[in-house]
Structure formats: C-alpha cells, structure tokens
C-alpha cells in the first residue's frame, strides 16, 4: 500500500521559512522522480519542484531561488525548504511522483503565509 504523508505546513509571516516533509512507503522509492504541487483555493495544482533520482532538479519560475527541494533515499523522505516565503505561496502542498500518480496523493499539508 502506497503512503505518502506529508508534515512541516504551518502558518508563517512573509519573508518566513519552513521545510516541508514528506514519507513514503509502497513505493521504489530510489529510482522514482519526486515532486511537490500545491494547490491554492479556486486555483489548478500546479508543480512547484522535482527532484529526479540522481539529484537533478527542476524549479517553476514562480518559486526558483527561493524553494530548495531534496531528498534522502536511505529515509525514503523528500523535503521542500522554502524561503522568502510570499502571501501566494500559500497553498495546500502535496508530494507525489513525476509523472504524478493520482492514486497516491495523500492528504497534504497547508502552508499559509501571512501577517
């Protein structure tokens, strides 16, 4: 059985950090490329990072130089450091893989950014 929970959402002033978390189980994790979305109210998911299984990484343009995504493979765990956090960043952050199974998505984690 697939799992994939997410943790580390909160409620932060603009300019702010958090590290977003994600587990996983059920899944090869080692060789799968990972990814987090969110998705804002009344707004489409959208894909904000990936991390391929070597390490490559891919940003959208709206988060490039302030969100860091990584990942552990011994943890089965991918993470999404974000900075300089900004009112639109806030969202529901989902992990998933790339492509996105839409099966696994778990139950996400809200981040809120506001004074």
């Known amino acids: 059985q697939v799992q994939l929970v997410e943790s580390g959402g909160g409620l932060v002033q603009p300019g702010g950090s958090l590290r977003l978390s994600c587990a996983t189980s059920g899944i090869s994790f080692n060789p799968a490329a990972m990814a987090w979305y969110r998705q804002a109210p009344g707004k489409q998911r959208e894909l904000v990072a990936r991390i391929g299984s070597g390490g490559s990484t891919n940003y959208a343009d709206s988060v490039k130089g302030r969100f860091t995504i990584s990942r552990d493979n011994a943890k089965k765990t991918v993470y999404l450091q974000m900075n300089s956090l900004k009112p639109e960043d806030s969202a529901v952050y989902s992990c998933?893989?790339?492509?996105?199974?839409?099966?696994?998505w778990g139950q996400g984690t809200q981040v809120t950014v506001s004074s």
């Open positions: 998933n893989l790339d492509p996105r199974v839409d099966r696994y």
